[in-house]
């Protein structure tokens, strides 16, 4: 004799066929991203990428907060860690996004060459405006998400530079700062009575900064 | 309804840390690389209130 075979019919709940909170989440910003995007491709709306990955990124930190009497969501937290990453590099980086690899040196001779701001991932960035007749005072970005960057300034003109590195080196003159997140301020000699100034804001991910 | 207070917390941090970048992205206000010398702090103070909450939501549940 055998015993009856038992046969259990999968159970499946009303719950069991409902999309995580997590996923909903997901693609509710993807959406919104795509719809963005599309718009600013259209020309419809300006939208950077400074404003875009912080404010996903604090839409997935409110979700998860109320997510939170729901249960734990792996998910939401791997794409909160991601959104980080990229609102970290797109705001104290932006050159990454846009400024490729190698080496780039840059000789400004007139104002109308000179760019607001000079950007790259990887590489160095050499800025040479000791021929520079600055007949205007000027504010200059530069960024290099890993490498250097290399300032010659014009001789005659005041300057006045803010250098923040990730790690690495900042000399300015004969001031310097180094280890981790070091940051100097450095204001030269008549820069506040000064009518035509310099400006050099300066972010290295890795690496080092060298004004002179 | 029992609360999950690690995703509360870290919800949290990114609502903060979205907030805290658009707001420089606005103009708002200004953050430098030197500024993440902070992250560690505050990091530690984060964790310190993670376990304090979690500690009492266990002890009312």
Redesign the interface.
């Known amino acids: 004799m055998t015993d009856p075979e038992i046969h259990v019919e999968p159970t499946t709940t009303h719950e069991s066929h409902l999309p995580s909170y997590g996923t909903v989440v997901t693609g509710i910003i993807l959406v919104v991203l795509g719809v963005l995007w599309l718009l600013d491709v259209a020309d419809v709306l300006s939208i ?1 990428l ?2 875009v ?21 792996p998910g ?2 791997t794409l ?1 860690v991601f ?2 990453i990229l ?2 590099m797109v ?2 980086l932006p050159g990454t996004f846009r400024g490729g690899i190698g080496d780039r040196e840059v000789r400004v001779t007139e104002m109308s060459q000179l760019e607001d701001s000079y950007g790259m991932a990887l590489g160095k960035i050499t800025l040479d405006l000791t021929d520079l007749e600055m007949t205007e005072s000027a504010e200059v970005q530069l960024s290099v998400g890993a490498g250097e960057v290399q300032v010659r300034v014009p001789d005659d003109v005041p300057f006045r530079v ?1 250098g ?3 790690a690495g080196e900042i000399i300015v003159a004969d001031e310097t700062a180094q280890g ?4 100097l301020e450095y204001t030269g000699p008549g820069y506040e009575d000064a009518s035509t100034t310099l400006t050099l804001n300066i ?3 890795a690496g080092k900064i060298e004004v002179r | 309804m029992k609360m999950h207070i690690g995703s509360f917390v870290t919800g949290l941090v990114f609502l903060a840390v979205g907030v805290a970048f658009a707001l420089e992205a606005a103009g708002v206000w200004e953050i430098r690389i030197s500024d993440l010398r902070l992250i560690g702090p505050l990091a530690l103070v984060l964790i310190g209130v993670s376990i304090i909450a979690g500690a009492v939501t266990r002890r009312e549940s």
Request: aromatic share 6%; charged share 5%.
């Open positions: 950077s400074g404003m990955f912080p404010l996903a990124l604090a839409v997935v930190g409110l979700a998860l907060m109320v997510g939170s009497f729901r249960g734990h969501h939401l937290v909160g959104l980080t609102t970290l705001s104290f803010v923040s590195v990730g981790i997140t070091p940051r972010d290295v991910g």
